[in-house]
């Protein structure tokens, strides 16, 4: 079974300063793709950014960027510059085309909460 | 502007009534997707379609049911059979077919805030 795991359920930050949101997941698949979005205060599920497994160089989007580390199944999220607009619950998924291409896999979520 | 729509943001159910919840995209994706969202838990599959008139089990089906009869529509019934329904349930679609990239991807409609009274 793929699974994915968040250990923090809640985080913490300061304005300005980074802030550092740990995903894990199972699987025996090597082809996949990993995602984290952002779920603010209106609820609404924003994608953040995406990582394809067969690609060794780390995603980034703009104050976002990952820490893909393949042989160790781990996927976090780095937020640089924390904004009070990045108070949100943020979810770790995984999908994987040939185990299930329509069985995206979340995991519990993260509260982060940016203080001014 | 393309998306998704969800209606109604909320809504009160009666014990023993059952509910439909809308889900319309026009980004014209094949496949869409119902979850069930708890407070402290991630998101649940409870249904998903890869095609018109086609839908399968997620993990949580017991006490829902769907339909596809159009690419644009996937609507979620919450019978009485579903024991616990309060909750925020969400709805998603993607491109899946043709090797479409990013893969998987999925895009989130506003969400429906189900109460029982």
């Known amino acids: 079974a793929q699974t994915v795991t968040q250990s923090q359920p809640e985080m913490s930050v300061q304005e300005a300063e980074t802030v550092t949101l740990s995903c894990t997941y199972d699987?025996?698949?090597?082809?996949?793709?990993l995602f984290w979005y952002k779920q603010p205060p209106s609820r609404q599920m924003i994608l953040v950014i995406r990582?394809?497994?067969?690609?060794?160089q780390n995603a980034t989007e703009n104050r976002f960027s990952v820490n893909f580390q393949k042989a160790a199944k781990s996927f976090s999220l780095k937020i640089s510059d924390s904004q009070l607009g990045d108070t949100a619950m943020y979810f770790c998924?995984?999908?994987?085309?040939?185990?299930?291409?329509?069985?995206?896999?979340f995991g519990a979520g993260t509260r982060l909460t940016v203080k001014p | 502007d393309g998306g998704i729509t969800q209606s109604p943001k909320y809504l009160f159910r009666k014990e023993g009534q059952n509910v439909t919840l809308s889900c319309e995209q026009n980004?014209?994706?094949?496949?869409m997707y119902w979850y069930r969202q708890d407070p402290g838990q991630g998101l649940r599959l409870i249904y998903y379609?890869?095609?018109?008139?086609?839908?399968q089990k997620g993990d949580i089906a017991e006490g829902y049911s769907v339909s596809r009869e159009k690419k644009e529509s996937f609507p979620l019934t919450v019978t009485s059979a579903q024991k616990n329904p309060t909750a925020f349930y969400l709805c998603?679609?993607?491109?899946?077919?043709?090797?479409?990239?990013?893969?998987?991807?999925?895009?989130f409609g506003p969400g429906t805030r189900l109460t029982v009274l």
């Open positions: 998924a995984f999908i994987s085309p040939r185990y299930n291409n329509n069985d995206m896999r």
């Open positions: 699987t025996s698949e090597n082809n996949y793709y």
């Open positions: 990582q394809e497994a067969y690609k060794q």
């Open positions: 980004l014209n994706h094949d496949a």
């Open positions: 379609s890869q095609i018109v008139n086609d839908f």
């Open positions: 998603a679609s993607a491109e899946t077919s043709g090797g479409a990239f990013p893969f998987g991807e999925q895009f």
